[in-house]
Each structure stands twice: as C-alpha cells, then as structure tokens.
C-alpha cells in the first residue's frame, strides 16, 4: 500500500539527493541539485512511502496568499509509470488548497526544447490539468521553460468520512483480484492489466476505493465505447463498477460514480452505462438497476444487446452477464449550458 505522507525538512532534503542521484538524465547540474535539495526544507513536502522505504517527493510553497507552487518533484526510477506521480499530486492540491490557494503553478522545460524526458513531465502535468501560459528563459539558463497553471476551485477531495478514492496503480492489481476471489469471483489480474495499460495510454481511466486502507471497490471510464451506438455519438462509457458486499450500502458506488461522470464531463454532454438484467445471490443487477435510475440514467432506446449486438426477438440468450440494457445520462455541464440558452 502506497501512503503520502508530510515529512521533515531532514527526511526532505534526504529524499532529493537520493532521488537526483537515481535520475541524472533529469538532474545534470549539480550546482542547481544543490540549490533544491536545500531549498526543499524550507517547503511543504510530501513522500510517497511504500512500507518503510520513501520513493517519492514532492515539494510545495506558497508564493502568494491565494497561490501554491510546485518547486520540486521526483520519484525514484525503478518506481515510473505506477501512478505514484498522480498520488503525490492530488495529495499536494488537497493540501494546498487547505491552506487557502486558488491555484498552483508548476515550471518545466518547455516542450520546444524537444528534450525526450522533459517531454513526457510536460505532458504529465497537462494530463493533471495543467495549462502552459507562457515560455521564459530565466537568466542563465540555456533553455526555454514553460509556466504552467491549474485551478483548485473545482478540486474534489473524493473523500467522504473514511473513503479514499484514487486511480488505479499496479500495486493495486493482485490485492483487488485477491480480494474478488475470496468471495468467488473471477477477476484474473490479467484484466486489471490491462486495464493499467489502456489507462497509461489514455484509452480508460480506473479509480479504487478503499476504507481504512482496505480495497473496497472499483470503477472504470472507457472513452470509446464498444457499444455501436455510443461510439457512434462519441458517448464514454462508465464500466465495470464493482463494491465488495462487505462495503456496499455506504455510498461508496455512488462517490465512484460521481468521479467518473465528474470526468467525463471534461469531454461529453452525456455519458453512457450498460447494465445486466439478472438478479442473483448477491443481488446481481438488481441493485445496480435502482442506483442508476436514481441517479438520473434512462434507457437508450435501443433494447437489449447481446455481446454488444441487438438481440433480435424470438432468438434465444443466455441470461449472463452479455445480455445488457444500456442507459444515458446527460451531464451538469450540458444542463448548465441549456440553462444559459
């Protein structure tokens, strides 16, 4: 289990060397290492721990009352592309919008440079919803920087009393699948990798919910959908939700459900989700059904589908979880727009 946690100025300072060291492709002047790795005590810093080893850092200050900045981040090598960056970020917002900030800045090279590496942190802060402003080469520096933006007053704390939601992280795949087993279901690792691979490259976003650092549930956004219709109409898809028994009927669906049309908001007036029409032991769809509905979704129009094909009447199909009625929702976003026409 990852934490992000407030550390000391020693435990800081300590950190950034041992990170700089690991990355000299990213940090190759020692006299501007120095300058942060001292710098950072007099910051706010938050690590990413994994049991007792630190592997993560990021530094935050506050230039002015209304403004947070991002003045150091780095994560050790051999822990790239696990979705410690997107923690230790959402952790720094969440802090730095506590302490009063409205927004928070970040200076990186700018993507003109062409720098392989810089180009992949450019891209990572714009996927956090960063916006570039402008390019400046400070005094002596050879190289163009960007300054970036973001806005806090839309941050959602996705926290209601005990429950922590975040995206998924490969940690996270065998505690899930484990955890889906115990109570009988199938849920191989093999599809949560793949899940971790189409959301690093941009095709479907997964979040985890956990209470008391225990795995609870899980959610998945598909920006194309395999549904005809929906993928027609550019409609994203909302996937695969699925809660523990042990948690359900504490709205833990419900803050799942509100991350992901939350986001699917940013590119559709409307979202779309499909749902099985079988009950069962554990309650099947039956649940799922009511929540939906409650939630403003109505049918399509379209009828059932069978492995996303319309079943055609007088045919026969198994009642399994294929056999699906699917649901649109239209978003706050295009309610809000209506509302100004």
């Given at each position: 289990?990852?934490?992000?946690?407030?550390?000391?100025?020693?435990?800081?300072?300590?950190?950034?060397?041992?990170?700089?060291?690991?990355?000299?492709?990213?940090?190759?002047?020692?006299?501007?290492?120095?300058?942060?790795?001292?710098?950072?005590?007099?910051?706010?810093?938050?690590?990413?721990?994994?049991?007792?080893?630190?592997?993560?850092?990021?530094?935050?200050?506050?230039?002015?009352?209304?403004?947070?900045?991002?003045?150091?981040?780095?994560?050790?090598?051999?822990?790239?592309?696990?979705?410690?960056?997107?923690?230790?970020?959402?952790?720094?917002?969440?802090?730095?919008?506590?302490?009063?900030?409205?927004?928070?800045?970040?200076?990186?090279?700018?993507?003109?440079?062409?720098?392989?590496?810089?180009?992949?942190?450019?891209?990572?802060?714009?996927?956090?919803?960063?916006?570039?402003?402008?390019?400046?080469?400070?005094?002596?520096?050879?190289?163009?920087?960007?300054?970036?933006?973001?806005?806090?007053?839309?941050?959602?704390?996705?926290?209601?009393?005990?429950?922590?939601?975040?995206?998924?992280?490969?940690?996270?795949?065998?505690?899930?699948?484990?955890?889906?087993?115990?109570?009988?279901?199938?849920?191989?690792?093999?599809?949560?990798?793949?899940?971790?691979?189409?959301?690093?490259?941009?095709?479907?976003?997964?979040?985890?919910?956990?209470?008391?650092?225990?795995?609870?549930?899980?959610?998945?956004?598909?920006?194309?959908?395999?549904?005809?219709?929906?993928?027609?109409?550019k409609i994203p898809e909302v996937m695969?939700?699925?809660?523990?028994?042990?948690?359900?009927?504490?709205?833990?669906?419900?803050?799942?459900?509100?991350?992901?049309?939350?986001?699917?908001?940013?590119?559709?007036?409307?979202?779309?989700?499909?749902?099985?029409?079988?009950?069962?032991?554990d309650g099947g769809y039956g649940p799922?059904?009511?929540?939906?509905?409650?939630?403003?979704?109505?049918?399509?129009?379209?009828?059932?589908?069978?492995?996303?094909?319309?079943?055609?009447?007088?045919?026969?199909?198994?009642?399994?979880?294929?056999?699906?009625?699917?649901?649109?929702?239209?978003?706050?976003?295009?309610?809000?727009?209506?509302?100004k026409n």
């Amino acid at each position: 289990m990852i934490k992000i946690k407030i550390i000391t100025p020693d435990l800081a300072e300590g950190l950034c060397r041992k990170i700089t060291a690991d990355l000299p492709e990213y940090f190759g002047l020692p006299e501007v290492n120095e300058h942060y790795a001292v710098g950072v005590r007099s910051r706010l810093n938050l690590a990413a721990c994994i049991g007792e080893e630190y592997v993560g850092l990021i530094s935050i200050d506050f230039p002015y009352l209304e403004n947070a900045n991002i003045y150091w981040m780095g994560i050790l090598r051999g822990y790239h592309r696990t979705g410690i960056g997107k923690l230790l970020s959402d952790e720094a917002f969440k802090q730095a919008k506590n302490r009063g900030a409205k927004t928070i800045s970040v200076e990186t090279l700018s993507p003109e440079e062409t720098d392989e590496n810089y180009l992949k942190t450019y891209h990572f802060y714009k996927s956090l919803g960063f916006a570039p402003l402008f390019n400046l080469k400070p005094q002596g520096y050879e190289w163009n920087m960007v300054y970036m933006l973001k806005s806090l007053d839309d941050l959602c704390e996705n926290r209601t009393n005990d429950v922590l939601i975040r995206p998924l992280i490969r940690e996270d795949i065998v505690v899930i699948s484990e955890a889906f087993k115990a109570i009988g279901w199938n849920k191989p690792p093999s599809s949560f990798e793949e899940y971790l691979k189409e959301q690093e490259a941009g095709e479907r976003l997964v979040w985890v919910a956990h209470v008391y650092d225990q795995f609870a549930a899980y959610v998945t956004l598909k920006w194309k959908s395999q549904y005809s219709s929906f993928k027609a109409k550019k409609i994203p898809e909302v996937m695969d939700l699925n809660v523990l028994p042990a948690y359900r009927k504490i709205g833990i669906g419900s803050l799942l459900l509100d991350t992901a049309e939350k986001e699917a908001a940013t590119r559709s007036k409307v979202v779309g989700i499909g749902v099985g029409l079988y009950a069962g032991a554990d309650g099947g769809y039956g649940p799922a059904q009511r929540l939906y509905i409650k939630r403003g979704y109505i049918p399509d129009g379209k009828g059932v589908t069978y492995n996303y094909q319309p079943a055609i009447p007088g045919n026969s199909y198994p009642l399994d979880d294929d056999l699906v009625l699917w649901f649109t929702k239209k978003l706050k976003q295009e309610l809000k727009n209506e509302a100004k026409n």
